[in-house]
């Protein structure tokens, strides 16, 4: 057995990545402790970078809709996007650095959006409401998410 051989960031960006695609991840890192014990086999404390990262996913997720989330489409070259019923929406964009990106969010419903830094933990809203086809600024980083919600 391997222990400690994926950094916190990989395992922040694998859990997103499998989220994002209406999947659920569980966290397996696992370091080297003094007395040799393993949390995924005996519980206790998480140690490292990425236990308080996936909190904040966590409460993302609970903010999303209730009855869960499966993938979704707002333009092809968003591939790691899950969302509900043309209501909600969750796109990331992993290691990728983008300055912009184009959606195709539905016509005749009105969209706020938020721009989620998954390393540094930030939420930043877009200003105004979207529909339809339109352009968003990112910040050109790696581990950026978008959070797309129909006004209501």
Known sequence: ??????????MVYRIWEGFARGGYVGHGETYVHPQDILWWSKGGKL???????????????????????????????????????????????????????YLSLPKGKKYKIEIIDTWDMTITPVEGTFEGDVRINLPGKPY?????????
């Not at 499966?70 to 300055?99: H, K, S, W």
């Open 1 to 10: 057995m391997d222990a400690a051989n994926i950094t916190a960031i990989e």
């Open 47 to 101: 140690y490292g970078q990425s236990p308080e990262r996936i909190a904040f996913l966590r409460k993302i997720m609970e903010e999303g809709p209730q009855d869960g989330i499966d993938t979704a489409f707002i333009g092809c070259d968003t591939r790691a996007v899950a969302g509900r019923n043309d209501e909600y929406f969750l796109a990331y964009y992993g290691f990728t650095q983008p300055v912009y990106k």
């Open 144 to 152: 950026i998410a978008l959070r797309i919600r129909e006004v209501r």
